[in-house]
């Protein structure tokens, strides 16, 4: 049974799954129902250094750039609506091919255009992110959001990260008014 993680908690994949070495990060929601224009959310990757920060922007792995230079980090593809049962999107992190440089791998759900059409995530209900092995297809942890983030129109949702050899994950749960543009812009790319 998959860890279940409360906002700021992390566990130790490597514990839950021995010999773990490549993880999907599966992301859901569903839009509430409004008088306005379709919701589009986005899963996106933010391959971070020790400073912090994307190593280039071709580490910002999104719609447009759908995978890293080293191959280590997926994007599985874009799902325009969210409709439907299960995962929404996907971000594939294979640790082996993960350059030992790499401090963490943040993942993150934008609302396209968020700003524009006056949505966020207040708009948005049964958020998650799960993580799966990818040898077995089992769910090894999710993180289920609450809906604190009423006026944020981007949320980090989960961090991967490797210690003394061992995969974790922590739930993070933490969002940005300004979008994927603020968001990007704290995580080093050049917007």
């Known amino acids: 049974m998959a860890v279940s993680l409360v906002k700021g908690g992390n566990v130790n994949l490597s ?3 021995p010999g773990v070495s490549s993880v999907t990060v599966g992301l859901g929601w569903d839009a509430r129902k409004t008088d306005g224009q379709e919701f589009d959310l986005d899963a996106s990757a933010f391959i971070l250094g020790q400073d912090e920060k994307v190593l280039s922007d071709s580490h910002f792995i999104f719609f447009n750039n759908k ?3 080293d191959g280590s980090v997926s994007y599985g593809g874009d799902n325009r609506t969210g409709a439907g049962d299960g995962d929404d999107e996907t971000i594939r992190v294979d640790f082996v091919k993960l350059p030992e440089n790499v401090k ?3 993942v993150a759900v934008t609302i396209y255009d ?3 059409r006056n949505q966020n995530f207040g708009m948005v209900s049964n958020a998650y992110a799960r993580v799966i092995n990818d ?4 769910e090894l942890a999710r993180f289920d959001l609450s ?3 009423s006026t944020n129109a981007a949320m980090i949702f989960v961090e991967l ?3 003394s050899g061992e995969i974790k994950v922590k739930a993070i749960g933490e969002g940005w008014a300004s979008g994927l543009a ?3 812009g704290a995580m080093g790319v050049n917007v």
């Open 15 to 17: 514990k839950e799954a």
């Open 67 to 69: 995978v890293s230079p």
């Open 161 to 163: 990260y490797r210690v």
């Open 135 to 138: 040898a077995d297809g089992k």
């Open 182 to 184: 603020g968001l990007a």
């Open 147 to 149: 809906e604190d983030s």
């Open 104 to 106: 963490k791998v943040v």
């Open 114 to 116: 968020g700003q524009v």
